[in-house]
């Protein structure tokens, strides 16, 4: 839990700056993230706040709701849930999964999904070099469930030379070169 708060915190902390640097004109705007406009990864991300709250409380899993332009307050209530240590102890009644992956899970999603709205908006993006690490590491352990589960597309390959970002986002099926 120590060393993985503030790596929470910070993406989420950059992700929520990149949302309210979000222009309502753009809410249609292609992502990188083929299956979201603008406004629905912002949804998307509304939700991924609220369901990785719940279950940092042990609560269940919860249903995707309709925008509601309060990600950067979402994200504030999950850390409020994850700053308590027992967050991080055992598995989640509601995915099977050891709390410590689930607080990861919640990392890869701020930090890609980041990009994602920031490529599609036209911001600029510098992830911070501890969180791609930690994200990179436990993506390269989890791809292939993420794949059967849906959350990651067919890789994209990238020079094994390219910056660990790079590598992230291929891995996870996005293309580093994306432009709207």
Known sequence: MEDMMPLMTRASERTAGLVRGVRREQFG??????KFD???LVNH??????LF???GRGGPSVEQGPYAGDF?????RTLAAWSRPEAWEG?????GLPMTALAHMYL????VHGWDLARATGQEYEPDPEVVSRALHFTEQMAEMGRQRGAFGPPVAVPDDAPPFD????LIGRDPAWTG
């Open 167 to 170: 590598r992230l986002l291929g």
């Open 38 to 40: 603008v406004k629905d």
């Open 29 to 34: 705007s292609a992502t990188p993230c083929a």
């Open 91 to 95: 598995t989640s009644p509601a995915m």
């Open 53 to 55: 709250e719940s279950l």
């Open 72 to 76: 950067p307050e979402r994200t504030e």
């Open 108 to 111: 890869v999603d701020m930090v």
């Open 45 to 50: 991300l509304e939700w991924v706040a609220e």
